[in-house]
């Protein structure tokens, strides 16, 4: 089943990550003496990170277990394609994660879905996806500097029975757009959405203050 007694997507989650980390496996046994990044990149990308990533918006993962474990099989990734591991020579301590994707030049998958979550929630809002229902669920106001609310919100959700689902997808990717909502006036197209979505780190940064 794809989510469990309680409607959470950790049987999904625990599926593909298996699913990850046995395609992973695969790669590194028949390609232990490829040492061309931009090949096993390719290879990942194509093989690895399309199985993580596919459909996320409809189980975007909340819980800090499940978004760790699902980065953890880039995190092998990484290792194996800059051949780092930990062992008694270097003490145990190699490069960060971080410096690891700095240096493959990669975002973490946590960052890739909120790109996602962005890129799609602009879509509703303007149209590009079909789903009535679901766009005219979200309420979109043009001056949001008249609320009279502490915090300045420029979309907000229309059914209350969502609105009580805290960590449903569409209330996560909600509240995002009111992180960043200064992009969706300043995009003047989807393609400068996704460059200024993917490129500034305005999400970042306001993320941390949360």
């Given amino acids: 089943m794809i989510v469990d007694s309680k409607l959470n997507f950790v049987n999904h989650i625990n599926f593909i990550t298996s699913k990850a980390y046995s395609t992973l496996g695969f790669i590194k046994r028949f390609c232990y003496d490829v040492r061309d990044v931009q090949s096993l990149k390719t290879l990942y990308y194509t093989f690895v990170q399309s199985i993580l990533e596919y459909c996320c918006v409809v189980w975007l993962p909340y819980d800090h277990t499940w978004i760790n474990r699902i980065e953890s099989v880039q995190k092998q ?9 930990p062992t008694a020579e270097n003490g145990y301590h190699i490069a960060s994660y971080d410096d690891r994707m700095a ?16 890129v799609t929630f602009y879509d509703l809002v303007n149209g590009n996806i079909h789903c009535p ?13 008249n609320l009279r609310e502490t915090s300045v919100r420029k979309f907000k959700l229309k059914s209350t029975a969502i609105q009580q689902i805290d960590k449903a997808p569409i ?17 003047t197209s989807r393609t400068n959405f996704k ?3 993917r490129d500034t780190n305005l999400l ?7």
């Fill in 195 to 197: 460059s200024l979505v």
């Fill in 133 to 145: 229902n679901l766009k005219d669920g979200v309420i979109i106001n043009s001056n949001p500097l």
């Fill in 77 to 85: 990734f990484t290792m194996f394609a800059l051949r780092e591991y």
């Fill in 103 to 118: 240096r493959l030049e990669m975002y973490k998958l946590e960052r890739r879905r909120l790109n996602t979550a962005l």
């Fill in 204 to 210: 970042n940064e306001r993320l941390k203050k949360l």
């Fill in 171 to 187: 209330n996560q990717m909600c509240k995002l757009a009111n992180i960043v909502n200064d992009l969706f006036v300043e995009a």
